[in-house]
């Protein structure tokens, strides 16, 4: 028979390998999303650049593939693993997070440059925090994101911004999502 | 008074069970996987692996993804019982209702 130290390491040890494991679940959906996110950011920021008159148009096209990509990704992970990822709240979530957004835009009157820095900021902020309960790699993938849009708004001039953004948060958010895949 | 199961006492072994009963029911971890999260290397995991098997308390399903075998490792309902009540002796330990 164990003494009360022995067993309480064995359940440490448990509880370490149920957090791995629930990290690893969560990085597993999560670096679909990021490389979804990548490659739409990416699309996005070339196409204002490309055509900037219509870069609003994009934007909204992105953020609807981006929905259904998340029922896509809900779907896929669900089959496999049988853990309901995305329901109603995400989705409720999700459009609260976008409404204050354009809540802030439109009472700040901020310019289209300045929107090309603040959505990626504002939306790294909330991988930051889930960096705080969830994984670090959200945390080191946001703060590298929200580093280098600010080094481009302040250093990039005029809509070379939108090139560097394709590079910094579509490149970024799929390295992000391949680093996490690996985790 | 409940006894502790010496099959899953062993570390590796408890680490093995305690990945797979995190899982829901009849969701397995593919062999490549539960290695990163138990740290193991591959003998030692496909040793500790067999042991848990012939116990009946994981199942084992070898299968081709493409043309890369893939070996998915499942607790069985028997597996997840034992280990319930490991947890739970160890918890009895704990409170000091064993020595």
Redesign the interface.
Same mark, same amino acid.
């Given at each position: 028979m164990i003494d009360s130290k022995q067993a309480s390491e064995a359940l440490t040890d448990i509880e370490d390998t149920v957090r791995r494991v629930r990290q690893s679940q969560i990085y597993e959906v999560s670096s679909l999303v990021l490389l979804m996110w990548g490659v739409l950011a990416f699309v996005g920021n070339i196409s204002g650049w490309f055509w900037p008159r219509y870069g609003l148009y994009f934007w909204f096209a992105v953020y609807a593939i981006s929905a259904v990509g998340l029922i896509i990704i809900s779907a896929y992970h669900r089959s496999k693993n049988r853990i309901r990822v995305f329901d109603d709240r995400y989705f409720l979530t999700f459009a609260l997070i976008a409404a204050f957004g354009i809540f802030c835009c439109y009472f700040g009157h901020f310019t289209p440059r300045q929107q090309t820095a603040f959505w990626p900021i504002y939306i790294m902020l909330f991988y930051m925090m889930a960096g705080v309960w969830f994984g670090t790699a959200f945390l080191v993938i946001g703060a590298t994101i929200v580093a280098l849009t600010l080094i481009g708004y302040f250093y990039v001039p005029g809509l070379s911004l939108l090139l560097w953004m394709a590079v910094v948060n579509g490149g970024g958010l799929t390295l992000g999502g391949l680093w996490m895949r690996r985790s | 008074m409940a006894e !502790?199961d010496d099959i899953i006492?062993q =570390?590796l072994r408890? &680490?093995i069970m305690?990945?797979l009963?995190? !899982? =829901?029911v009849?969701?397995g971890?593919e062999f490549a996987?539960l290695k &990163?999260?138990?740290g193991a290397t591959d003998g030692n995991l496909g040793a500790h692996i067999e042991t848990l098997a012939k116990a009946g308390y994981v199942s084992v399903e070898k299968a081709f993804v493409g043309k890369k075998p893939q070996t998915t490792v499942t607790a069985t309902a028997a597996g997840r019982v034992a280990f319930a009540r490991h947890?739970a002796t160890?918890?009895e330990?704990?409170a000091?209702k064993?020595?």
């Amino acid at each position: 028979m164990i003494d009360s130290k022995q067993a309480s390491e064995a359940l440490t040890d448990i509880e370490d390998t149920v957090r791995r494991v629930r990290q690893s679940q969560i990085y597993e959906v999560s670096s679909l999303v990021l490389l979804m996110w990548g490659v739409l950011a990416f699309v996005g920021n070339i196409s204002g650049w490309f055509w900037p008159r219509y870069g609003l148009y994009f934007w909204f096209a992105v953020y609807a593939i981006s929905a259904v990509g998340l029922i896509i990704i809900s779907a896929y992970h669900r089959s496999k693993n049988r853990i309901r990822v995305f329901d109603d709240r995400y989705f409720l979530t999700f459009a609260l997070i976008a409404a204050f957004g354009i809540f802030c835009c439109y009472f700040g009157h901020f310019t289209p440059r300045q929107q090309t820095a603040f959505w990626p900021i504002y939306i790294m902020l909330f991988y930051m925090m889930a960096g705080v309960w969830f994984g670090t790699a959200f945390l080191v993938i946001g703060a590298t994101i929200v580093a280098l849009t600010l080094i481009g708004y302040f250093y990039v001039p005029g809509l070379s911004l939108l090139l560097w953004m394709a590079v910094v948060n579509g490149g970024g958010l799929t390295l992000g999502g391949l680093w996490m895949r690996r985790s | 008074m409940a006894e !502790l199961d010496d099959i899953i006492h062993q =570390p590796l072994r408890l &680490k093995i069970m305690a990945a797979l009963n995190a !899982l =829901p029911v009849e969701v397995g971890l593919e062999f490549a996987r539960l290695k &990163k999260l138990t740290g193991a290397t591959d003998g030692n995991l496909g040793a500790h692996i067999e042991t848990l098997a012939k116990a009946g308390y994981v199942s084992v399903e070898k299968a081709f993804v493409g043309k890369k075998p893939q070996t998915t490792v499942t607790a069985t309902a028997a597996g997840r019982v034992a280990f319930a009540r490991h947890v739970a002796t160890l918890q009895e330990i704990i409170a000091g209702k064993q020595l």
